[in-house]
């Protein structure tokens, strides 16, 4: 763990300038509104490490693969979210000097994340090198979630003495991303203008054509009066405005900059000049105050019905809501092209492309604390790209409409050049047909099955037909060379995660046929003719691998087996690990970590976490036992489901530590990675661990049932979730559990056991 951060309900604090966590501050503090997202770099210049990074949402270049030996099946490219346009800069000179923090003494300095008001707030006292003179600097941020074309910065100066003020308000679009994989700029610089009034820039991506466009307007007041700019300038592919000043001891010269950044996505590419410029003078015409007020009351908006409230641990709220945070500024759910990128806007790694995540983790989440509409742009997103789960497919060799959706993506095409991930961690394939039985059954709206629902299901049930194989000596159908979601284990047979899911993916699409053909029997028979579906042959088929599926099993007991020899490996738990040795994925050889027992993240777990209710206490609990010891929880994705798990068994302590490890995973960075941005999509897993963990949160049968616990480390917690139209509070504290009826009709929910009435 890294802690250099305040612990504080609201908000997160970095209380004093740590230079040597610039870039993962910069993720932590990171801002932005669905649309797009900024790093929280300082805004005048800094010359020390750090990683300027602006993102705009689904905007991508094609980068070419890059792979030591080329194998039939890998995908051309890897999709890149890309570093965009920096709207954030103010060159600052003070009687010449350029500020700068890495060569200016800093006397005070202090970076505030206020969650609640999604304000980015800094300020700082700094020494010039010549020591003559210091300055005291406000600066306050927003991307708006009230007018998410828009960006507004307040940057207030105040001098120690009498000095001659300089402040260049700048728009560049030459940046690049750090994660190319050629060395390559991806941008097109197309034009620049600037006037003393306003300035844009434009520029285009290479092969993908987006286009972008930011404009901004830029004002100064000096003891309530306006100063003008003096100049502005530009190239291809710079604009700024340039104001000076002589600003006496003790006054403050307040800046604000305007910005509309917009992108092809929503707008004719004619008229993005205009539109983006009509967004900078709308901002302005508020004024930064108003667009402050403004994005709060959006923020209030969110938080209640997103809120978690715990009492009595001061770190464990803090984590709960930096997470929840994240999650609603990252997706918003408003455009069902979009998704979510396991960074988000915070920073390069993975190339911000979607991954199985979403519906494993995310899902749930916006099912809850969101109308059903966002939910469903998730499914939405997947069935839009079916076409190209099926060409996936067909690369392998699979055939007759066979789907196989791809690990990573921005169009539906793979984009991933990892060879046992590529080709080998099918079991996504399982997570979205999971997520279509998670909206029904959270929503009650059955007829997605039928307006898009079962088109995806019919394409994942037929690939799971192909891809498995009848083996003689074990007198059943296997699974050979896959990769489960513990990535510490490469090219299996028989990974007992991934034969279940399949398992599961075709008996639910029986279900789905048994009620298209009772309810929709009109639609059915059309798609039956649209996809070419032969019922009785496939079906026929499926049933047989569903009654025949091979599971390994530890003989004796109730363990199923992670995989064919996993009982091979020395069984050193991890407890035996020395220190040096962690974190494995940083410290050893890869063929080291092949070879030994330790796991990645839940496998097995991971199974018994979705399909919890098809297993017996004692099962799940003999598996808990036997794999917990030896999970290293190296991914962002494994704590959470430890939670939820361990809160089932009545196991207190080890779900509180795993909670604060998913809660605060960023925030005290445990695996030494928030400087290449966080793990967005790993953050709903935090929320899973409250309401399913601690909150025991369960739908079964149509009805909502609550098994509560309360770590001793709380006095009490609440959260609301939405249902079927209705929305209730969840209140637990020691010696009771209150479920409350806010919205909605009556309804029955199951409290510890006992059925209660809501009115």
């Known amino acids: 763990m890294i802690k250099y951060l305040d612990a504080n309900d609201w908000k997160v604090i970095e209380s004093s300038f740590h230079p040597e966590y610039q870039r993962s501050s910069e993720s932590i503090f990171s801002i932005g509104n669905g649309q797009f997202g900024q790093r929280a770099n300082f805004e005048e210049h800094y010359s020390g490490d750090h990683h300027q990074g602006s993102y705009v949402a689904g905007i991508y270049y094609p980068d070419k693969t890059k792979v030591g030996w080329w194998k039939n099946g890998y995908p051309e490219y890897f999709a890149k979210v ?20 890495h060569t200016w003494k800093v006397d005070r300095f202090e970076r505030v994340l206020d969650m609640k008001s999604g304000l980015l707030q800094r300020s700082f006292k700094a020494t010039a090198p010549s020591g003559d003179f210091s300055i005291e600097v406000l600066a306050q941020r927003i991307c708006s979630m009230a007018d998410d074309d828009c960006a507004c910065i307040q940057y207030s100066i105040t001098p120690s003495k009498t000095v001659q003020l300089e402040v260049v308000s700048y728009l560049d679009s030459d940046v690049e991303n750090q994660d190319t994989n050629w060395d390559e700029k991806f941008w097109n610089l197309l034009d620049a203008e600037a006037e003393l ?16 466009s930011a404009a901004m307007e830029s004002k100064c007041t000096v003891k309530g009066a306006e100063v003008w700019p003096v100049a502005a300038n530009s ?51 508020k004024g930064a105050q108003k667009m402050f007020e403004e994005h709060a009351v959006a923020w209030s908006k969110i938080w209640e019905n997103g809120d978690i409230i715990i009492d009595g641990d001061v770190e464990a709220q803090q984590g709960i809501r930096f997470n929840i945070f994240h999650l609603n500024q990252t997706y918003t759910g408003e455009d069902a092209r979009l998704n979510i990128g396991p960074k988000g806007f915070t920073g390069e790694k993975y190339g911000g492309s979607t991954y ?37 497919a067909e690369k392998l060799g699979f055939v007759n409409g066979a789907a196989l959706y791809p690990m990573v993506t921005m169009t539906g095409e793979e984009c991933h050049n990892e060879w046992e991930i590529t080709f080998e961690e099918i079991h996504r394939n399982g997570a979205i047909a999971f997520a279509i039985h998670n909206y029904v059954r959270f929503t009650g709206n059955k007829e997605y099955i039928a307006e898009s629902g079962f088109d995806v299901l019919l394409g994942i049930a037929r690939f799971w037909s192909q891809r498995v194989n009848w083996s003689e000596s074990k007198q059943g159908y296997v699974m050979l060379g896959v990769t489960g979601p513990n990535e510490y284990e490469n090219n299996v047979n028989n990974n007992w995660y991934t034969n279940y899911i399949a398992k599961w993916c ?76 962690r974190p494995i994925n940083q410290k050893w050889s890869w063929d080291r970590i092949l070879r030994s027992v330790y796991i990645k993240q839940a496998d097995t777990l991971q199974g018994l976490y979705l399909f919890e209710d098809h297993f017996d206490v004692e099962t799940i609990k003999e598996n808990f036992d036997f794999y917990e010891p030896f999970t290293v929880h190296e991914s962002s994705l494994s704590p959470c489901v430890h939670v939820v798990l361990a809160a089932r068994l009545g196991y207190e ?88 009826l806010l919205e909605g009709d009556p309804i029955s929910v199951v409290i510890n056991g006992q059925e209660t009435a809501l009115s």
């Not at 954030?88 to 000097?97: A, N, R, Y």
């Not at 009034?197 to 972008?212: D, G, Q, R």
């Not at 007991?557 to 050193?572: R, T």
């Not at 079927?724 to 009771?736: D, I």
Request: contains cysteine.
């Open 235 to 285: 190239s291809n592919s710079y604009a700024s405005q340039e104001f000076r000043l002589v600003l006496e001891e003790g006054e403050t010269a307040s800046f604000e900059k305007h910005v509309g950044l917009l992108s092809s996505m929503n707008h004719d590419v004619a008229d993005l000049v205009k539109n983006a410029q009509d967004a900078a003078r709308r901002s302005a015409s």
């Open 506 to 581: 075709l008996s639910y699409t029986l279900k789905c046929i048994l009620y298209l053909k009772d309810a929709h029997s009109v639609v059915y028979q059309q798609k039956c003719a649209q996809y070419r579906f032969k019922e009785e042959e496939e079906t026929q088929r499926w049933a047989d691998i569903i009654e025949k599926m091979y599971f390994p099993k530890k003989e004796g007991s109730k363990v199923f087996l992670q995989q064919d020899g996993f009982l091979d490996k020395e069984l050193i738990p991890v407890s035996e690990l020395a220190d040096k040795d």
């Open 197 to 212: 009034e306003s300035a844009y820039v434009k520029a285009s991506t290479k092969k993908t054509n987006f286009t972008l």
């Open 82 to 101: 890309l570093n965009s346009i920096n709207w954030i800069g103010l060159s600052v000179k003070v009687d010449g000097v350029e500020l700068d923090l």
């Open 356 to 392: 199985w995540d979403t519906e494993a983790y995310c899902l749930p989440f916006y099912l809850s604390t969101h109308p059903e509409e966002v939910s469903k742009q998730l499914l939405k997103y997947r069935f839009k790209q079916l076409d190209k789960a099926i060409e996936n």
């Open 653 to 740: 302590e080890k779900a509180y530590e795993m909670y604060l490890r998913t809660s605060r995973l960023d925030l005290d960075d445990y695996n030494h990675e928030a400087y290449q941005g966080l793990h967005i999509t790993s953050m709903a897993g935090t929320w899973m661990s409250v309401v399913e963990g601690f909150g025991g949160y369960r739908v079964k049968d149509g009805v909502q049932h609550f098994n509560t616990m309360i770590p001793k480390h709380w006095e009490a917690y609440s959260f609301k979730v939405m249902f079927k139209g209705r929305k209730m509070q969840v209140e637990v504290n020691a010696s009771e559990t209150k479920v409350l």
